[in-house]
């Protein structure tokens, strides 16, 4: 008899405890979307594992938060994307980390938007992911702004002035900046000598670089992926021709292209706003923790995502979020305490207005003895 | 009545029968909110897939040529949808959205019959492998084209530019080259795509019930004994093709007004084989098999999700099994003795039909 008071007592006792802690602490249910199928599974799996790391550092570090990550795949496909989401949100999703890509992110955020669902992408730089939407915040900088802070960065260190630019003109984000790229230029004193196009299906740019070289261009300006990226600079490399190239966060991953002699990339620059090298100390715990758990190198899109787990944290403590909150009550508080914080992560120290986009300083680095170099 | 008619009264009766019962369970579910999220918002592509696996049925099943570019047809259905559901809001401020998506419908559908016409004089004449060849490099160029135009509105004008971005600075765009077609007021209901689909039944089932339909299908099953009975093979294989085309036309509007936005890679070479397995997977020549299996396919992925990464493996494994289960004779064998007591039932006295001489 004894026994069993005691252990009731004990029970008791427990119970008590976990509803004192229940009062303080606060679940989190964050949907990652993005593709982790597909063609662009490359991005959606980083952007999946480097959420994953922030979500596994918080909840050790016990604090008021708890995170619970849902992870839904939209095989970067705009049909699919809308079931991803209304898949996270059967799940009890309350908030939305993503898409990782542009165009789906453009199709679920608009969805939202109607819906009243929170959305921070930590990749998607479109324009059209946040324009005529309140609910969408990015974690990148947009196309734009990377294309205009590139022809800003080449006309202030004077890297030179004629210009040649080859751009995927099947593809959003490499039309999006060179768009912006070839307008700021042209107000900077920039002068385009040569413009190439290709799409998806080039696998050859002896014509491209050729116009370029003929053209006498002392930059090559490349807003681009980085495989026809590696493929141009071999091309230019049996040319003997030796100008500036100049990329933008697409070309981040180069030199972990298979069968791509990275001698070839010497001397390219780009803007980033993370580099896997860094001196860093958050960089370099965040890549080690990552090393260990997914056996590769992170790149700049896990680096987004784990910035933006703290961010939507950071966000939820100022408005006050609770476990139970419904997605639509908590979207208008996160909104408004998006305006309000600056969170400072891997990838910089970051604000936000009501447009949605970020406001962080962009960085360049340049590749020397294969590895990356952040300029001032 | 012949015991054919019989026959083809109880087939087309199941059809709609099937496709209105489903209709009205899901219209109930959502009324009493017992549906979840996921399925209401694949209820829309499920209409526009099961358009688009019936009218390329008729196109493989019925006139027997491989078309492998109906996806191409979707996409002039789904761009010309968004084009003109944005130009009657711009030019006409029209805030009545069925009214708006029937317009937009419509027109998706005649655009695409039209370049079903354009394509199909030239194709037609050609025979077997040459035609899925031609079909495919059509699905590619119309994918290409419209990755290089641009439409935007202007005061109510429609302003169109072609390669490159010549627009005025006051446009509001409509179509954005790679970007696609952007800023779509989503207006597509369930409703309206549950009477497209109707309306494709009924055109499709009369048209294979036609004295034209059997041209169609004598031209199939023999082209020279078609020919020498007198049956334009041409003219009936173009009826055919530009019925698909056009019907294709306006599943791809109904599929485009569903979203805020379309891409011209959601219109890929794969995109068409898509919809071929859609068309294989339910039965050559078998319309409602077209309907179930489009059904089926768009909605096993979603519920696949539990399964995560391999879900996509899983999906693939799932699309093996079944094709090698209603192909096996002696699983269509166990399947024909379950189905029995139904198709006594309908069939009434006639037992002696069940089972041998299974006419199709």
Redesign the interface.
């Given at each position: 008899m004894k026994k069993l008071i005691a252990m009731v007592l004990a029970l008791m006792l427990a119970l008590s405890v976990c509803s004192a802690f229940a009062e303080e602490a606060v679940t989190l249910k964050i949907a990652h979307i993005g593709p982790?199928?597909g063609a662009a599974a490359l991005y959606g799996l980083a952007t999946q594992h480097g959420a994953e790391i922030a979500v596994d550092e918080i909840n050790a570090a016990g604090g008021k938060f708890t995170i619970e990550l849902i992870?839904?795949?939209d095989e970067h496909?705009?049909?699919?994307v809308?079931?991803a989401?209304?898949?996270a949100?059967?799940a009890g999703a309350q908030m939305i980390l993503g898409s990782t890509t542009s165009?789906p992110c453009?199709?679920a955020g608009?969805?939202g938007y109607?819906d009243r669902v929170f959305f921070l992408t930590p990749s998607a730089s479109?324009t059209?992911v946040i324009?005529?939407k309140d609910n969408v915040f990015q974690v990148c900088f947009t196309d734009p702004n990377q294309g205009s802070a590139s022809a800003q960065y080449i006309a202030d260190h004077k890297l030179g002035t004629k210009v040649a630019v080859i751009y995927n003109?099947?593809?959003?984000y490499s039309?999006?900046i060179r768009d912006t790229f070839v307008k700021k230029g042209a107000e900077l004193g920039l002068e385009i000598v040569s413009e190439e196009t290709f799409?998806d299906e080039t696998t050859d740019f002896t014509v491209q670089v050729g116009k370029a070289q003929e053209a006498g261009a002392e930059i090559v300006f490349l807003p681009m992926y980085y495989t026809p990226a590696s493929l141009i600079l071999k091309t230019a490399a049996d040319k003997n021709y030796k100008p500036i190239f100049f990329g933008v966060d697409g070309m981040d991953g180069i030199l972990s292209v298979e069968g791509f002699d990275t001698s070839l990339a010497e001397g390219v620059m780009l803007l980033t706003p993370f580099v896997a090298t860094s001196e860093d100390e958050k960089v370099k715990s965040f890549v080690a923790k990552y090393q260990e758990k997914f056996n590769e190198t992170p790149i700049q899109f896990a680096a987004d995502a784990y910035d933006g787990i703290y961010i939507l944290v950071a966000a939820a403590e100022k408005a006050g979020i609770t476990s139970d909150m419904a997605p639509e009550e908590a979207c208008d508080l996160l909104i408004d305490a998006m305006k309000e914080i600056e969170v400072t992560g891997l990838t910089g120290t970051m604000t936000w207005d009501e447009s949605g986009a970020v406001t962080k300083t962009p960085m360049a680095a340049t590749i020397v003895n294969g590895v990356y170099v952040f300029e001032d | 009545m012949t015991k054919a008619k019989r026959k083809r009264l109880i087939y087309n009766l199941i059809t709609f029968g099937l496709v209105i019962a489903a209709f009205l369970i899901l219209q109930n579910m959502i009324a009493t909110k017992s549906i979840?999220?996921?399925l209401?918002?694949?209820l829309v592509?499920i209409c526009s897939w099961i358009v688009m696996a019936v009218s390329l049925n008729l196109v493989i099943g019925f006139s027997g040529e491989l078309s492998l570019g109906h996806a191409g047809f979707m996409s002039i259905g789904a761009y010309t949808g968004a084009i003109v559901s944005g130009w009657l809001l711009a030019a006409f401020d029209m805030q009545d959205t069925t009214l708006r998506l029937v317009l937009a419908i419509v027109a998706g559908g005649i655009l695409a019959g039209i370049f079903g016409v354009l394509i199909g004089i030239p194709v037609l004449r050609l025979r077997g492998d040459y035609l899925a060849i031609v079909t495919l490099a059509f699905g590619e160029i119309i994918r290409n084209l419209v990755?290089?135009l641009y439409v935007g509105t202007a005061d109510g004008k429609l302003q169109f530019s072609f390669l490159n971005k010549n627009l005025p600075e006051n446009v509001t765009m409509l179509v954005d080259?790679?970007?696609?077609a952007?800023?779509i007021k989503?207006i597509s209901t369930f409703t309206v795509g549950f009477v497209l689909i109707i309306i494709t039944l009924i055109v499709v089932l009369n048209l294979v019930n036609s004295r034209a339909g059997r041209a169609i299908q004598a031209t199939r099953d023999n082209r020279i004994a078609a020919e020498s009975m007198g049956v334009s093979v041409t003219r009936y294989k173009m009826m055919a093709f530009v019925t698909a085309a056009v019907l294709a036309g306006m599943a791809g509007a109904l599929?485009g007004l569903n979203?805020?936005?379309?891409?011209?890679t959601?219109f890929t070479f794969n995109q068409s084989i898509n919809v071929l397995v859609f068309v294989v997977l339910g039965g050559l020549g078998n319309v409602l098999g077209s309907i179930i299996s489009a059904t089926f396919l768009t909605v096993l992925?979603?519920v696949l999700?539990e399964f995560?990464?391999y879900?996509?493996l899983v999906y693939a494994v799932v699309l093996i099994l079944v094709m090698i289960f209603t192909n096996n004779p002696t699983t269509r064998a166990i399947a024909n003795r379950l189905f029995a007591p139904i198709k006594n039932l309908f069939h009434g006295k006639h037992k002696e039909s069940v089972g041998g001489g299974d006419a199709k």
């Open positions: 982790t199928t992870n839904e795949d496909n705009v049909e699919k809308i079931n989401y209304n898949a949100l059967d165009k453009e199709a608009a969805q109607a479109s059209a324009e005529d003109n099947a593809d959003v039309t999006g799409t | 979840s999220r996921s209401k918002g694949q592509p990755n290089v080259g790679a970007k696609g952007v800023k989503p599929y979203s805020s936005t379309v891409v011209p959601q992925p979603e999700r995560a990464d879900r996509m």
